[in-house]
């Protein structure tokens, strides 16, 4: 059985059991998501079609190169976020459940409605866990703009149903190279600012801030890595492979992930909140894979966005347990927290300095990647723009390592006795998988062929320069 | 001054979005589209497998989906996925009601003493209420209706029990299993599909002659289930938000 559907029902069917099974619904969620790690290596790239139904007319899942990345680094980044938080999550098993279908569904739909349903899944989940930090305000301001985001998808869906009567993402792709692509700007617009609100980018991510800066270990990640990287990942699909976006458009949409990336890196800079600063350099990264996506980087973009989700896995997750333990995440008062816990701290340190992109890092392969494929399209102004924001991206992070290394005050004698006096104990599964996950980072930037051969020489997808959508769905059309 | 700046604002972007797509040919004008073009077309002749046939009501069987609904034929057999997913929309937003509103507030006590003939009134109106209710979704493939606003008629029911009677508790570990149970199954006659058909959801029964009760394979079945599952739900939210509300 090698169906990619059962990635998504199998949760499902967790999640409907789990009411019933009150009792073992934590159980549950370790077998579905288990089960979703096997399954991923398993399944055999294809068109799968739903209910016997072809292409265009029934729902299919494209499961590409792309798409089986997506999964395997998605699925296995969930397994791992809620095995190091398992002491939190009993009350959530079944919306954990469901966002878990519903990640892989976003991830693996070949339908542009299908992915409107997908997405509502999971965005109603992230309403629900944002309620964790009681903070009803925050969680009120992500719902109201979250659900304002997906109706404007919904709308812009509706006018490209109605000049192209269908929904299927292969199917408008094939139609759309023969339409005069200025024509289509406002549903275009409406889909971006629909998907832009969940990726975060600049005008629409007034919710992220609240949410983000009042998570623990377990939502912080989960939020940062596996949802942020799911939506960037349907954002690359839909916006680099999908629709054909005119040159117009695209001016304005790379001018939108450039000011979300200059203005991330900026308010990161300006934030003395360990979780505040975490959140805008997410931000920050968001702006920057989208504006590759835009500019149909493919490659860089997906070897950022992986730099960026492990990498966030790891910072989220230790600024949640400290923040849950000392009850503050303020930098200040966190003075050389990681003296004392030196296995943690190197975790922390090999992704902040592979998120700047030093050398030996995997940051590094990636940024270079995106340098080099952003001077081939010679976007020398994007690319000054994009090393502007690494300095500054540099300057803060290297200030907070040094705050949470160092004990006393800058500049002066580090002594023992100034390490602060907030106790942050870190659980073993969290302290293995956030070394390992760091041990990732660093091997993959001492030879990054292994992630070039093992990830995508399967097909030339990922690595030609604009691939086309529909060139690549083979059968059921 | 805020409000009139978001007011115009507001009008600018509307009139772009209005112009951006009535002012050019993107929407062919009445009567101009070639149908072939569009999916929904093999939608209405029930031709997406096979080549086009003239469908007969009470005459065609054994159609590629028997249902004689043409948005029950859609929903829940061409695109049964999405129908899946929205059951999940609906599944998961009761669960967020629930875990939001399940730790807090009393039970609500009602500011009135409802009189005889409401009581008695709301009880003899309940199993009609309900009887309707099956009879929609149970009839979703041959009549306009289906298992959503089945099922809210039956949560309709349960509502106006709760408003007539503040003594009235639904029994919600019962509701908790029928969820449960009718979203299981659901897959599962989705899985079942994918065993014997090759495909997740298809219609592995006999689609049957259009317009009979007992037709169109497994459309009726996962509309009974969806309606089942709907109408607790529903009913599930309602009881969550019978409490007293609290001033934090």
Redo the contacts between chains.
């Keep these: 059985m090698t169906n990619p559907v059962l990635l998504i029902v199998i949760p499902l069917l967790m999640a409907f059991l789990s009411i019933a099974l009150k009792k073992s619904k934590k159980t549950l969620l370790f077998l579905a998501a288990i089960f979703n790690v096997l399954q991923v290596f398993i399944i055999q790239n294809g068109n799968y079609i739903i209910g016997g139904f072809k292409a265009p007319y029934g729902i299919n899942l494209n499961l590409d190169s792309y798409s089986h990345l997506a999964v395997i680094s998605i699925n296995i980044l969930f397994l791992l976020v809620i095995v190091m938080s398992s002491e939190k999550i009993n009350k959530y098993s079944t919306v954990l459940l469901v966002s878990l279908a519903g990640l892989n569904g976003m991830l693996l739909t070949g339908d542009l409605f299908n992915l409107f349903v997908f997405l509502e899944i999971v965005s109603i989940t992230a309403y629900i866990l944002s309620t964790e930090s009681k903070k009803y305000k925050y969680s009120f301001n992500y719902l109201t703009l979250g659900t304002l985001g997906s109706g404007l998808y919904l709308f812009g869906l509706i006018v490209l149903y109605a000049i192209f009567g269908s929904l299927n993402m292969a199917d408008i792709s094939s139609k759309m190279v023969s339409y005069d692509a200025n024509k289509l700007i406002v549903p275009m617009m409406l889909i971006f600012v629909g998907l832009a609100v969940e990726a975060k980018l600049l005008p629409f991510n007034g919710w992220a801030k609240g949410v983000y800066g009042n998570t623990n270990s377990l939502i912080g990640a989960l939020f940062a890595s596996v949802y942020a990287g799911t939506i960037l990942f349907v954002f690359g699909r839909v916006f680099g492979q999908v629709l054909l976006v005119s040159s117009y458009l695209k001016g304005v949409l790379i001018v939108i992930g450039l000011v979300t990336l200059i203005a991330g890196e900026a308010s990161a800079f300006s934030k003395t909140k360990l979780r505040e600063i975490l959140v805008f350099s997410s931000i920050a990264q968001s702006g920057l894979v989208a504006l590759l996506f835009v500019s149909g980087l493919i490659f860089p973009a997906v070897l950022q966005l992986l730099n960026n989700i492990i990498a966030k896995a790891i910072m989220f997750t230790v600024a949640g347990r400290i923040s849950d333990e000392a009850a503050t995440d303020d930098v200040d008062s966190l003075k050389g927290l990681f003296a004392e816990n030196k296995l943690i701290g190197f975790a922390f340190t090999v992704s902040a300095l592979s998120l700047i992109g030093l050398p030996l890092f995997y940051g590094f392969y990636s940024k270079i990647n995106l340098l080099l494929g952003l001077f081939s399209k010679s976007s020398l102004l994007v690319a000054a723009f994009i090393l502007l924001a690494t300095i500054v991206e540099g300057a803060y992070f290297i200030r907070l390592l040094v705050k949470l290394w160092d004990p006393g005050e800058e500049g002066k004698e580090s002594n023992i006795k100034y390490i602060t006096d907030k106790k942050v104990e870190f659980d073993v599964s969290k302290k293995i998988i956030v070394f390992a996950l760091s041990l990732i980072i660093l091997l993959a930037g001492i030879y990054p062929s292994l992630v070039k051969d093992n990830l995508f020489n399967t097909d030339k997808l990922l690595n030609e320069d604009n691939p086309s959508y529909m060139f690549n769905l083979k059968g059921g059309m | 001054m805020k409000k009139i700046v978001a007011i115009l604002f507001l009008g600018i972007l509307g009139f772009?979005?209005f112009s951006?797509?009535y002012a050019?040919?993107?929407?062919g004008s009445f009567g101009k589209?070639n149908l072939n073009?569009?999916?929904?077309n093999?939608?209405i002749t029930k031709s997406?497998?096979n080549d086009n046939e003239i469908v007969e009501y009470n005459k065609s069987s054994n159609l590629?989906t028997g249902s004689s609904n043409y948005v029950t034929s859609i929903v829940v057999?061409?695109?049964?996925?999405?129908t899946?997913?929205?059951v999940?929309?609906l599944?998961?937003?009761s669960?967020?009601v629930a875990?939001?509103l399940g730790s807090f507030g009393g039970k609500l006590t009602l500011k009135y003493k409802a009189n005889f003939i409401l009581r008695v009134g709301a009880k003899t109106v309940f199993p009609l209420i309900a009887l309707i209710g099956i009879y929609i979704f149970t009839h979703g493939h041959l009549t306009p209706g289906g298992g959503f606003p089945g099922g809210s008629m039956i949560a309709s029911a349960v509502l106006l029990l709760y408003l007539s009677d503040e003594n009235f508790r639904a029994k919600m570990s019962s509701f908790?299993?029928t969820?449960?149970?009718m979203?299981?199954l659901?897959?599962?006659v989705?899985?079942f599909?994918?065993f014997t058909?090759?495909?997740?959801?298809?219609?592995f029964l006999n689609t049957g002659v259009v317009g009979n009760l007992f037709s169109a394979g497994i459309v009726p079945i996962v509309y009974v289930l969806v309606g089942l599952k709907v109408g607790s739900e529903l009913t599930g939210i309602i009881t969550d938000f019978l409490k007293e509300e609290v001033n934090e």
């Design positions: 772009f979005i951006g797509i050019n040919d993107a929407f589209v073009d569009r999916v929904s093999k939608f997406v497998t590629e057999n061409y695109r049964s996925f999405d899946l997913g929205e999940t929309v599944f998961v937003s669960l967020g875990l939001l908790k299993l969820e449960s149970l979203g299981s659901y897959v599962l989705g899985i599909g994918l058909a090759g495909y997740f959801l298809s219609n």
